[in-house]
């Protein structure tokens, strides 16, 4: 039997949308709506037109840099919500689990660069399983590690990161360093188990979102590349800079 998902949609809003609400209570005059609609969209693997339009028409790349299907609302759910549950079964996996999902060390094995926030990062590193050096690459892309830089369409601090993917990695002040660096790298870390370490996939969910990389039906770095025109530009040149930006973190 099939479910039509637009009744799913309306089934989870009408059962979730109260206790959403209290959640993002204090974000309501910056966009909780939005912010709402988008990890529905996560959650069932559509976006609002996704029913109407085919896979690969333009989107708007303002839209896009909202992080629009970020994917959490099974963090406050529990994993029976999780479109991925069957790889990722909670929000904290240890960096054993991690390590083993990619089959390889996660964690550096060497020094890293150092930075003016040298002590957060190997601090999320070593709880996430996180390299030090893709953590750096991660924030001098999106904040050159500026602690207080607010983009455009309302990404803030280091990860730049938005309210509601905030609210749902548990960060209450995302200009708090150790807050946005954590949570960062929480929200790093599930892009990587969710597309079983394959970094590049992360990172374009990191960027576009984890729907919009799901929906290229690709399961591999290397696919990913054939079909790298299929992402917006910017999510392109993102797996560029953070990829050249971690060459210059190791050491």
Known sequence: MQIDP?????????????????TNASDATSGSTVDFAS???????????SLNNTVGETVDSAALSKRSSDGLLWLQLGSMYNPDASSVSTSNRDVGSLSSLLNKPLVDSGASVPTDFESLIASASAKYGVPESLIKAVIDTESGFDPNVVSSAGAKGLMQLMDGTAAGLGVSNAYDPAQNIDGGTKYLSL???RFGGEVKMALAAYNAGPGR???LGVS???ELMSVLNRLPSETQAYISKVEKAQSKYRV
């Open 213 to 215: 990389v799901s929906s």
């Open 39 to 49: 990890v529905m969209d996560g959650l069932l693997g559509t976006n609002s037109n």
């Open 220 to 222: 591999s770095d290397a």
């Open 6 to 22: 637009r009744g799913s949609r309306q089934l989870l809003e009408l059962q979730l949308s109260n206790s959403l609400n209290e």
């Open 191 to 193: 892009q990587l188990q």
